[in-house]
């Protein structure tokens, strides 16, 4: 939490210095308010979208069987690239509208479990991509002379922000699959002749 305050902050710090010594015809008072709004107006923004994606979408749009959501092996080799791991811990994840963590995801205790957090690992990478893009609408509450300025380096902050986390439950995904798939194997091996055919009935 620390670290993505620091980042807005230090970015509307900069946009604001930026503009104070290299933009001699922008007003000091438009521009104090200006970055002050920026970073309310998109982090307001961002919770109505997250909130609209993770309340209003239905659960079966998210699920683990939905195939063009899972992750390919090209995706993971290039968040290997970019060293994913060294520095993934220190992102801050949308918990409050998703009900994810990634921490979570250490202490799998059923197969039930594993595709709760798949579908809210699901619903979050949705959620911090929407954020990114949609972000830049937040532009066109600017009067036009602050768009370049003010209001597209504080939306490509938020872009930058948005898609860190993206990358993180993406990067998260493959394993939670292949934990499911692991504990799954091992509930139907231990399950009583009586219950597996209960379940076949169920389904």
Request: proline fraction near 5%; aromatic fraction near 14%; charged fraction near 25%.
């Amino acid at each position: 939490m620390a670290l993505y305050l620091i980042s807005i902050i230090g970015g509307d710090l900069l946009i604001f210095i930026l503009n104070f010594f290299l933009n001699p015809n922008i007003e000091l008072i438009p521009l104090i308010i200006g970055c002050a709004v920026a970073p309310v107006a998109l982090i307001a923004w961002d919770g109505v979208i997250a909130t609209f994606i993770r309340r209003a979408l239905p659960n079966k749009w998210y699920d683990y069987k939905v195939e063009w959501r899972k992750v390919s092996d090209k995706e993971c080799k290039f968040y290997d690239f970019l060293r994913i791991k060294s520095w993934k811990d220190k992102v801050l994840e949308l918990g409050v509208f998703t009900s994810f963590s990634k921490k979570k995801i250490e202490n799998p205790r059923s197969r039930e479990y594993l595709e709760q957090f798949i579908l809210e690992c699901n619903y979050g990478w949705s959620i911090h991509l929407w954020n990114s893009i949609l972000g830049f609408a937040v532009i066109f509450c600017y009067p036009k002379a602050f768009w370049l300025p003010v209001a597209l380096p504080a939306c490509i902050i938020n872009f930058v922000l948005g898609m860190l986390p993206f990358m993180i439950l993406r990067y998260n995904l493959p394993r939670l699959h292949r934990t499911r798939d692991i504990v799954e194997k091992r509930e139907s091996r231990s399950s009583t002749p009586q219950e597996k055919s209960e379940a076949s009935q169920e389904k």
